[in-house]
C-alpha cells in the first residue's frame, strides 16, 4: 500500500544533484522521470511511496499525476517494501512457455512467500515482471539487478540459496 502523502521523504543531496543532472541532460524534462525515480527508490529502500512522487513532483516540476503515471507502468519500480534480494520472475509470453509461472510458484513455495511480499527475515521477496528482454534464454529471473537465465526451479533456488 502506498503511503499517504503527508509522511515525509527527501532526496540527499547527492540524490538531488543526480535528479537535477539528469533534468539537463534531455530537453524534454519528462524524459528524466524514470532516472530520476530509480535514484529515488535507492534512497527510500528500494520502493516508491506517495510522498517520493510528490517530492520528485516539486523538485522537477513536473505534475506528480505524469510520475505517478511512469511509476505505475513500469514493474522496475515498487510499490511496497521488497527484501534485501528482490527476486523478479519473467512470466512473459517466452518465459511463461517455458515454465516461467512454475517457476514463480516455485520459488515462491520455497520461500515461503505469496508474490509481493516479503520472507520473515527480511532477505527476501518476489514478483511477476513483463519481459526482462532475455527472452531466447527463457526463463529467467533478475535479482535485485543481476539477470539469471535458463533457469530450472532447482538451479533457480540453488541461486537463492547461495544468497546471504
Ligand atoms: S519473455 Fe521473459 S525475458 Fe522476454
Known amino acids: 500500500m502506498l503511503e ?16 537535477k543532472k539528469e533534468l539537463a541532460r534531455y530537453e524534454i524534462k519528462d524524459s528524466a522521470i524514470i532516472p530520476a525515480l530509480y535514484v529515488a527508490q535507492k534512497e527510500n529502500k528500494g520502493f516508491i511511496t506517495t510522498a517520493v512522487i510528490h517530492h520528485l513532483g516539486q523538485v522537477m516540476d513536473i505534475p506528480v499525476s505524469k510520475i505517478n503515471e511512469v511509476f505505475k507502468f513500469y514493474t ?6 521488497v527484501g534485501k534480494h528482490h527476486v523478479q520472475v519473467c512470466t512473459n509470453i ?12 516455485h520459488i515462491c513455495h520455497e520461500l515461503g512467500v505469496k508474490l509481493g511480499e516479503v520472507t520473515a527475515d527480511g532477505r527476501f521477496s518476489v514478483s511477476r515482471v513483463e519481459c526482462l528482454g ?15 537465465e535458463s533457469l530450472t526451479p532447482e538451479s533457480a533456488m540453488n541461486i537463492l540459496r547461495g544468497m546471504k
Open 94 to 105: 517466452s518465459c511463461a512457455l517455458e515454465g516461467g509461472r512454475e517457476l514463480t510458484n
Open 4 to 19: 499517504t502523502a503527508k509522511s515525509t521523504f527527501q532526496l540527499s543531496a547527492e540524490g538531488l544533484a543526480e535528479v
Open 76 to 81: 522496475m519500480f515498487n510499490q511496497v517494501p
Open 134 to 148: 532475455s527472452c531466447g534464454t527463457a526463463p529467467m529471473m533478475q535479482v535485485n539487478t543481476k539477470y539469471y
